[in-house]
T-cell receptor, first 114, second 117 residues
Framework: DARVTQTPRHKVTEMGQEVTMRCQPILGHNTVFWYRQTMMQGLELLAYFRNRAPLDDSGMPKDRFSAEMPDATLATLKIQPSEPRDSAVYFC????????????FGPGTRLTVT | AQKITQTQPGMFVQEKEAVTLDCTYDTSDQSYGLFWYKQPSSGEMIFLIYQGSYDEQNATEGRYSLNFQKARKSANLVISASQLGDSAMYFCAMSPGGGGSNYKLTFGKGTLLTVNP
């Protein structure tokens, strides 16, 4: 049963620290999405990649967030420096796109910045 | 820009009864996709059903059906024969559609469904 994996599942860090979240998409999927879920804003798209190339990162605060795909099996989302308002659940999803609508979500990384 | 509105913050239903969760959308795109996801208390996002804007038939997946009314811009989810395990948050979402779409999703705020025994 192929699944998207995310690490860590939980992260507590202090303001100002660097945070790196990792995602392993389902093998063979060429589209990767990063979403953020907060109580106030709900679920928001941060960025997405096709064949490891960033297609849209307009939802991401550029000054502190960065997303990359070093290879086809790993996507990373980095926050530097982290702030309390970054506290959220970060989801990674992968899909077979383009033209294939189903996205498979990972379990999420719950980030708390104190 | 695309926008999804879910007006029901919470809904209650008796086990074995049907329930409809409301979703309206706004978009200037001619081609788009409509989705429903389920998020149980464990937190994972589970895909339920998809409807393309050009699909003439309402989508169905087991006990889930999507009541698509294009002129009204609504995409309500109907769950038949509710089960206790259906208790969860339900999100309506949409994306630009078409054959070359990347299906990046815009989500509504969600509806918390509670199924009572």
């Amino acid at each position: 049963d192929a699944r998207v994996t995310q690490t860590p599942r939980h992260k507590v860090t202090e303001m100002g620290q660097e945070v790196t979240m990792r995602c392993q998409p389902i093998l063979g999927h060429n589209t990767v999405f990063w979403y953020r879920q907060t109580m106030m804003q709900g679920l928001e798209l941060l960025a997405y990649f096709r064949n490891r190339a960033p297609l849209d990162d307009s939802g991401m605060p550029k000054d502190r967030f960065s997303a990359e795909m070093p290879d086809a099996t790993l996507a990373t989302l980095k926050i530097q420096p982290s702030e309390p308002r970054d506290s959220a659940v970060y989801f990674c999803a992968s899909g077979l796109g383009p033209g294939v609508y189903e996205q498979y979500f990972g379990p999420g990384t719950r980030l708390t910045v104190t | 820009a695309q926008k999804i509105t879910q007006t029901q913050p919470g809904m209650f239903v008796q086990e074995k009864e049907a329930v409809t969760l409301d979703c309206t959308y706004d978009t200037s795109d001619q081609s788009y996709g409509l989705f429903w996801y389920k998020q149980p208390s464990s937190g994972e996002m589970i895909f339920l059903i998809y409807q393309g804007s050009y699909d003439e038939q309402n989508a169905t997946e087991g006990r889930y059906s999507l009541n698509f009314q294009k002129a009204r811009k609504s995409a309500n989810l109907v769950i038949s024969a509710s089960q206790l395990g259906d208790s969860a948050m339900y999100f309506c979402a949409m994306s630009p559609g078409g054959g070359g779409s990347n299906y990046k999703l815009t989500f509504g705020k969600g509806t918390l469904l509670t199924v009572n025994p």
